[in-house]
């Protein structure tokens, strides 16, 4: 089977997608038993046989191939250690972790489970690491979801059994089916690229990620809420209200005109799909452009426009995916923007859940040293509990270009304050 979804950003700027990670370490609520743990993830190995599948890179780009699973391989996806310290655990995790990215591709599986624990404070960690081939931010909770009900079943002395999910297979072959049945051609872009098009598609695909530009401001809980309250006082969600803030801010930029971003859709929010999606677990996520308009007014306009340049963007999102991500070999690759926004937020906690807050430690997955930047200029937030994290990346030269600092602070400063004066 040949399917493009999420890998498709990561083929045009990884050398080594193979040595892709995608990890969290998380501090358990409850200390989590390795007995329990293990008869866990044996049963979504059981259920999700996506996450056996093989992956192999052609001269056609990427294909995956699938395999029965294989009990043995299934028990080494839980790593249990003991350390003597908290600084030895520490260590102990990002030895592991670069032992698996060091195997990379040729690792299976490619999700794993790592439980450490500190003798010397009883405290645990629990590290989930898995390949980005296999999995994606969304199905990343609808597994923790099931790992959870597998985990309290086994527990309870009942565990559970698991039925094999197909929903991969499925959307698969629907995009394939969506991809025939497609009678015209792709619309030509609305308008020429505008100024900040031009200068981030220039330096696109050039750049070293390491060598990217890096802002961050934290919102504390007061900060939140404030923003919260407005969302709520202009009937529109904080996604939208944060989205609202970055067209602002890029009208200060480019006063007139659009701007593409490049934005993460997921068959779990958009489109009407015949597969059901409750249980798709994958990298089904895609990237898709959506076109904004920029203009001086007040960060209210800017709000209430990009949530209606979005809603235009997710009617049409089905017939994209179907468009350029089929994996049929006449689809075409997508053209997209080095512009980007992106709102990550976590889930709730929920009595069927097992609890768990994020660790203070920082994991470090390690990235190749010439791995490009995804983007030019990108717009991230991630809403952990009662405090929101957004960071702004740029490369160096647009920074020179465009003296983005003062720029950036002046973002920060107008989300701390809920700024509402024109942009």
Known sequence: MHLLLGQIYDCETAYDLEDLFVGELIVPTDVLLPDYLQQAVAYIYAKYPVLSAHFLRTSEGWCMEWGDVDRNKVETAVHVIQAESNR??????????????DAGLRSQPLLRYGLFESMESGEQRLLILFHHLVCDGISSRILWRDLSRAYQAAERGTPLVAQPCDSYLRLALELERRHRQLTTPAPPPVQ?????DRLCR??????RHDSVLSWTVVLEPDALYELHQQAKAWRVSLADLLLGHW???LSRLQSSGTVGLMMWMSPHFVGEWDTPVAELVGSVAFPMPVTFELFRSTLHEHVLRATRDLQEALDGAQEYAARYFSGVPESERPDLPALGFNFVNSPRPRPQLLGYRLAPERLDIRRAPEQLAELSLGFEAELYEDRLKITVQAVRQLERQLALRAWVQVLFEGLRTLDLTPC
């Open 192 to 196: 020429p690229p505008g100024l900040m």
């Open 88 to 101: 030895a655990m520490l260590a102990q995790i990002h030895h592991w972790t670069r032992v698996v990215q």
């Open 247 to 249: 067209t602002c801010a």
């Open 202 to 207: 220039e330096h696109h695909g050039q750049v």
